[in-house]
Nanobody, 119 residues
């Protein structure tokens, strides 16, 4: 599945931003749609994930501030980010994790979108 992430930008501390991830096909069969983020020299960090039945899970650093949602009719996943902090600055990428042929796990990635939190 091809993924297109968008919505990044520059925002002041305390502000909000919404990222979008558009999938090229139905996400109903996708086991998990996940937002990750990464800064230079650091490991990729899981931000938020939504599974095939709509259950959401969050990284501890964003719990209570970020919300992941999806629209299976539009093949879209969003990440609503609030109370942003400078340490949220990173490149955010969306990921689709799913099973092919009942036995092979696949990870597809969209291009990253830069989020910068700064005054």
């Amino acid at each position: 599945v091809q993924l297109q992430a968008s919505g990044g930008g520059l925002v002041q501390p305390g502000g909000s931003l919404r990222l979008s991830c558009a999938a090229s096909r139905s996400i109903l069969s996708i086991n998990a749609m996940t937002w990750y983020r990464q800064t230079p020299g650091n490991q990729r960090e899981l931000v938020a994930t939504v599974d095939s039945v709509g259950r959401a899970h969050y990284g501890t650093s964003v719990l209570g501030r970020f919300t992941i949602s999806r629209d299976t009719a539009k093949n879209m996943v969003w990440l609503q980010m609030s109370s942003l902090r400078p340490d949220d600055t990173a490149v955010y990428s969306c990921n689709a994790h799913y099973l092919v042929d009942g036995r092979t796990w696949v990870d597809d990635w969209g291009q990253g979108t830069q989020v910068t939190v700064s005054s």
